[in-house]
Every structure is written in structure tokens, then in C-alpha cells.
């Protein structure tokens, strides 16, 4: 029976796991993959109980299970943490952990949702892109790291590190992704000031080699985040550093309109871990009114990345795609005309489209 750890974590986090359970239950239904569940909490709340935000137990749930579900984790009330057991840690713990070095985050524009853009019709109609992140090296494991004192002040640093093997497994990552998808890889970089992404950029020339279908750029950084906003539907698949991710994703987010809207998978091989890129939003958890279709949709993610059923992550997102068709909207995309529906009501209309 294949095993999903549930994290929900923190803030709107258990309200948008519910209805993630809510959707592998209904899919089960129609597939018979005979999904089980087990808890394995994480975060501030973990903390709370016990003293750590990814306690050993929580850890082990994840690794034995076949796949993982996370909420969301961290919040103001855990922000005066010291920096080792603030809730961010468990993210992190678990990535590194499980090795889960190929963070997909895709950027995808669903049509009735192109008014919920900051940026305008022409520019935003027909995104989509994947931006894949190595998620386990680079700036935010590099060591050494630290603040110390310095000349009567204090110094802070951290490393930016990557070996050769690191940079060949993502970029391996990206030009397969890159041939399901328009057989275009854009790898970034600041190749022209940091010799550790000089080094990106000459081994992700090299892995190229081995896939002469796919067309291969390179942009630094600067010129790619300006790029990603002025003409987005240029690219297809980005492929970048840890750090340069966690900022170029934001910002593919937000060319969709809303960020309750993205999906994410964090892969090692079949192995996954699956979370909204929206984080545990404090100031509304509890409410009933967070949008579930980020988590909905990282489920989909993971019956085409864990479970080996691309058609039931299809199945899952023709059925967000319908409800959105027929009007209705959480609070963060709502717009005049359509129809405003709480976390679970947008649950069960999903489960009603699947059935
Ligand atoms: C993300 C988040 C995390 C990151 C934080 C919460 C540690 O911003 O998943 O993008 O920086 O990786
Ligand atoms: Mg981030």
C-alpha cells in the first residue's frame, strides 16, 4: 500500500492539507492506488509539542512513506526562534534529508484567472514555464557560515558552494523535463562575476551534450529576472542555483496572478515531496478562506512524479481548470462576476468535477 506522509505545518497549512486528502481520497476512488496516511507534523506547532520543528519521529514518517504532502510552515509567532529551530528548518531538514535535490515549480496561467495578473493580458496570456531549482547545495547549505566578531563589530557569511556531480544531476533533470515539455532549457547564472557559477555554466554546456534535441541559453541572473517580467512566454524550462530559484520563482508566480494558485514538487528520482509555493499566510489561517488549488494541484503533481499516473495528475487539473470555468473563485482571486467559495467548498467542487 503506498504510504503519504502529511505535514501539514503551520498557519493555513492544515486547512489546505485537508483538502489535498480530500482530492487523494476521491482519486483513489477512481483508481484504487489504495493510498494510506500517516501525520507527521512539522513547523512551529511541532516545536510547540515537542520541542523541535522536524522531530525525529516526523522524519522517519517521511522517509519511509512513498511520498509527502506539506502544508505550509512558520509565522510571527516562531520569528524570535533562534535561526536552528525556527520553523524554515523543517523545510529545510527535509530536503536535505531525503536528498531532494530537483525542486520543480511551474508557472502556469489558467485562462480564466488572466485578470488576476499585475502585468497585462498580452504579456501574461499563454505562460507556461517550469523554473527547476537545485534545492539541496549551493548558498543555503554551504559551509562555512556563521556571524563572528569582527574588528570590534561582527562579520557575517555564508558559502556559495556546487561540485561538478551536483550540477550534473539538475541539469540532467532539466534537459529530461525539458524534452516532455518545448525542448528549451534556459540555465541561469552569474557566471560573469561568481566563479562557483562559472562553473554552473561550463557544466550544464557539458551535460548539454548528451541532449542535442534540446536548445540550450544562458542568462545571468539580473537579465533573466528583468526577462521573466517583460516577456515572460519566452522561456520554457529554467534551470538555476538554489538561491537564484528561490527568487526566480517567486516572481514566475506572481506572472499568474496569484501565488494560491502554484504547485510544487521537491524530486529525488520517484522519491517527492509536494507543497503549495504560498507559504502559511498567519494572518488569515483559520478563517476558512485560504485557496486550496495550490495544494490541490501539487497532488497532481505527485500522482505524475511519485505514483507514475500523469493521466489522474491530468484528471486533477481538467477538473481545477472546469471549476474556475464555471466562475468560482477563493478570496485571493475573486474578481466581480464570479462566484466566492471558501477552502472547502473549492474542495468539494474539485471532488465533484473528478467523480
Ligand atoms: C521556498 C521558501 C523557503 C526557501 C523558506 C521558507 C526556507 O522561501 O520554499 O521558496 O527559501 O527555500
Ligand atoms: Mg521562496
Not at 505535514?7 to 492544515?14: H, L, N, T
Not at 512551529?44 to 509527502?68: C, M, N, R, W
Not at 483559520?286 to 512524479?305: C, F, H, K, Q, R
Request: with cysteine; glycine share 8%; proline share 6%.
Amino acid at each position: 500500500m503506498p504510504l503519504i506522509a502529511l505535514c501539514p505545518g503551520d498557519g493555513i497549512g492544515p486547512e489546505v492539507t485537508s483538502e489535498a486528502v480530500k482530492i487523494l481520497k476521491a482519486i483513489d476512488e477512481k483508481h484504487s492506488f489504495g493510498f494510506e496516511f500517516e501525520d507527521a507534523p512539522v513547523g512551529g506547532t511541532a516545536y510547540d509539542e515537542f520541542g523541535h520543528p522536524l522531530p525525529d519521529k516526523s522524519l522517519e514518517i517521511a522517509q519511509k512513506a512513498d511520498a509527502v504532502f506539506l502544508g505550509a510552515v512558520g509565522g510571527p509567532k516562531w520569528e524570535p526562534l533562534d535561526i536552528s529551530v525556527r520553523p524554515e528548518k523543517a523545510l529545510l531538514g527535509l530536503r536535505s534529508a531525503m536528498d531532494l535535490y530537483a525542486n520543480f515549480r511551474p508557472a502556469k496561467l489558467f485562462s480564466p484567472l488572466i485578470d488576476a495578473s499585475t502585468l497585462k493580458r498580452e504579456v501574461v496570456e499563454g505562460v507556461d514555464l517550469l523554473v527547476i531549482r537545485e534545492l539541496t547545495g549551493g548558498i543555503y547549505f554551504g559551509e562555512p557560515r556563521g556571524v563572528e566578531d569582527f574588528e570590534g563589530g561582527k562579520r557575517g557569511f555564508n558559502t556559495l558552494v556546487y561540485t561538478t556531480p551536483e550540477i550534473e544531476r539538475i541539469a540532467r533533470v532539466a534537459f529530461e523535463a525539458a524534452i516532455k515539455r518545448d525542448k528549451r532549457v534556459c540555465s541561469v547564472d552569474k557566471a560573469n562575476v561568481l566563479e562557483c557559477t562559472e562553473l554552473w555554466r561550463e557544466v550544464v554546456i557539458e551535460v548539454h551534450k548528451d541532449y542535442p534535441q534540446v536548445e540550450l541559453s544562458h542568462m545571468y541572473v539580473d537579465n533573466a529576472t528583468m526577462q521573466l517580467i517583460r516577456n515572460p512566454k519566452q522561456f520554457d524550462v529554467i534551470v538555476t542555483t538554489n538561491m537564484f530559484g528561490d527568487i526566480l520563482s517567486d516572481a514566475a508566480a506572481m506572472l499568474t496572478g496569484s501565488l494560491g494558485m502554484l504547485p510544487s514538487a521537491s524530486l529525488n528520482g520517484k522519491k517527492g515531496m509536494y507543497e503549495p509555493v504560498h507559504g502559511s499566510a498567519p494572518d488569515i489561517a483559520g478563517e476558512g478562506i485560504a485557496n486550496p488549488l495550490a495544494s490541490i494541484l501539487s497532488v497532481a503533481m505527485m500522482l505524475t512524479y511519485s505514483f507514475d499516473n500523469p493521466q489522474a495528475g491530468a484528471e486533477i487539473e481538467n477538473a481545477v481548470a472546469k471549476v474556475l470555468d464555471k466562475g468560482y473563485r477563493s478570496a485571493d482571486i475573486y474578481s466581480d462576476g464570479t462566484q466566492k467559495v471558501s477552502t472547502s467548498e473549492m474542495g468539494d467542487l474539485v471532488v465533484k468535477e473528478l467523480s
